[in-house]
């Protein structure tokens, strides 16, 4: 089995569910108190992933990046050297969806080419929806990306928000 190490960002506005993704996803833990993140913080997981009749064990390095739009200079030192990221607006409020194109380019002007995919996280709240999944799956066509709804809450399409990018960063190496 082949090992691979990844660098993972988190992408998006303050509050989206970015470190509630992340807990949810390594420690399969969730929970509702709301801490803004400082800096980065990094997480680990493994992940075998399959490709071409070999397995590939997959140490993805999450960074979980400040979402506060004042620190973009130190957010595009945060994205050198990533090999995939995931760039997450929050259902509940329409103006996170509208800043996904500004995640998107400074991102990918510091790392462009490399597997990214679109969620709409905290899929569960349902009576509190302020776009639909018709409009993430628009900007996901206009960005050229896959997307899902998420919800760290319940868990519902986590990991395979994930494995899908593992998958991908196995694919290109």
Not at 142 to 160: F, I, Q, Y
Request: with cysteine; proline share 2%; aromatic share 10%.
């Amino acid at each position: 089995m082949a090992d691979v190490v990844v660098k993972i960002c988190m992408l998006g506005d303050a509050a989206v569910g970015k470190t509630s993704l992340i807990r949810r996803y390594v420690l399969d833990e969730f929970s509702d108190r709301y801490l803004s993140t400082i800096g980065a913080k990094v997480m680990k997981k493994d992940v075998t992933v399959g490709h071409k009749g070999s397995d590939y064990k997959v140490s993805m390095m999450i960074w979980d990046l400040m979402g506060q739009q004042e620190f973009e200079f130190l957010q595009s030192t945060y994205y050198k050297g990533a090999q995939g990221g995931v760039l997450v607006a929050d259902i509940t409020r329409r103006e996170t969806l509208d800043n996904i194109k500004k995640w998107h380019t400074g991102f990918s002007r510091v790392s462009p080419d490399i597997p990214l995919i679109l969620v709409a996280n905290k899929s569960d709240l349902k009576d509190s929806y302020d776009f639909q999944e018709g409009d993430i799956a628009a900007l996901a066509k206009d960005l050229r990306l896959p997307h899902l709804m998420t919800s760290a809450k319940t868990g519902e399409n986590v990991e395979k928000c994930f494995y899908y990018l593992a998958k991908e960063i196995v694919k290109r190496s």
